[in-house]
Nanobody
């Protein structure tokens, strides 16, 4: 499975961005696709995940209520709608996928290249 993330950019605090992650193939047996982020000097952290078949979603506490993850199975694509962005959301955002039932950073089987999100104050 190859993952290609896009949609990052520069936005003012309070603004919105939508990230996309397209999977090349092999999504049939995927369990979860998700988004992670890594800010300068910090470890990569979980942001959101979605069960590929059932659509159940999971969020980090810091983004719950502001971010929404969704998927388009027909297009093998997962989205991250980010609203009410804050400067502390500034990071490189990565999409990832796993066949397993856990989605910590260590559990993901595939990673896409990151896309930069910068939120100015």
């Amino acid at each position: 499975v190859q993952l290609q993330a896009s949609g990052g950019g520069l936005v003012q605090a309070g603004g919105s961005l939508r990230l996309s992650c397209a999977a090349s193939s092999g999504t049939f047996n995927l369990y979860v696709m998700g988004w992670f982020r890594q800010a300068p000097g910090k470890e990569r952290e979980f942001v959101a995940a979605i069960n590929w078949r059932g659509g159940k979603t999971y969020y980090a506490g810091s983004v719950k209520g502001r971010f929404a993850i969704s998927r388009d199975n027909a297009k093998n694509t997962v989205f991250l709608e980010m609203n009410s962005l804050k400067p502390e959301d500034t990071a490189v955002y990565y999409c990832a996928a796993t066949y397993g039932s856990s989605w910590t950073t260590d559990d993901m089987d595939y990673w896409g290249k990151g896309t930069q999100v910068t939120v100015s104050s």
